[in-house]
């Protein structure tokens, strides 16, 4: 069974950052595809960032410029690495994988930016 374990949430002042991880039960080029996703107290889980096996990378428009998604395969893991924080970030982060139908969940880690 697959398993994602992420960390790293915090308490930030707004301007503050944070780097989350999600650490992999498997080697993550098994993967089609990773990704973070977040949810808001009240609100739909939205996306946040994607990687896919070839290691092409995209981001949600809320984010561009202040977040960065990477991975170490050594380490089985994935990474956001979030600046300039906004009190709008809080969430709960959400590590997501696929294989091909196979879908993965995180329990999720909680973010919170105080203004």
């Known amino acids: 069974q697959v398993q994602l374990v992420e960390s790293g949430g915090d308490l930030v002042h707004s301007g503050g950052s944070l780097k989350l991880s999600c650490a992999a039960s498997?080697?993550?080029?098994?993967?089609?595809?990773m990704k973070w996703y977040r949810q808001a107290p009240g609100k739909e889980r939205e996306f946040v960032a994607s990687?896919?096996?070839?290691?092409?990378?995209q981001y949600a428009d809320s984010v561009k410029g202040r977040f960065t998604m990477s991975r170490d395969g050594s380490k089985k893991t994935i990474y956001l690495e979030m600046n300039s924080l906004k009190p709008e970030d809080t969430a709960v982060y959400y590590c997501?994988?696929?294989?091909?139908?196979?879908?993965?969940w995180g329990q999720g880690t909680q973010v919170t930016v105080s203004s």
């Open positions: 498997e080697n993550i080029f098994n993967f089609n595809t």
């Open positions: 990687i896919n096996v070839g290691g092409k990378i």
């Open positions: 997501y994988a696929n294989i091909l139908s196979r879908q993965y």
